[in-house]
């Protein structure tokens, strides 16, 4: 059974930080790109970060490009979101995805398998 389960989210002040994580089990983790995505309230659900297989090629939203940092480890099953210079227009669920193939991608429909999400908050 695949899994990803998140955790880090929480209620920062605009300016901070938060170091999002995703514990992955339940396939073949060295063979799949990851990708976080987040959703808004009353708002899509939109494409973040993603990280190839190998984690040599990563893409970004031009909205988190400068300020947020994806990374893998794979030793650990995980991938990561650091966070900085949070807006309050950041605020919603982000979701960690995982897609099987070398390159990640910025579509939903290009992912395979969700997390539940986990909230992040971010006050004016």
């Not at 983790?29 to 984690?55: D, H, L, V």
């Amino acid at each position: 059974q695949v899994q990803l389960v998140e955790s880090g989210g929480g209620l920062v002040q605009a300016g901070g930080s938060l170091r999002l994580s995703c514990a992955v089990s339940g396939l073949t983790y060295s063979t799949y790109s990851m990708g976080w995505f987040r959703q808004a309230p009353g708002k899509e659900r939109e494409f973040a970060a993603g990280i190839g297989w190998n984690g040599d090629r990563v893409i970004y939203a031009d909205s988190v490009k400068g300020r947020f940092t994806i990374s893998r480890d794979h030793a650990k099953n995980s991938v990561y979101l650091q966070m900085n210079s949070l807006k309050p227009e950041d605020t919603g669920v982000y979701y960690c995805s995982a897609r099987g193939g070398v390159l990640a991608g910025s579509r939903r429909d290009q992912y395979d398998y969700w997390g539940q999400g986990t909230q992040v908050t971010v006050s004016s």
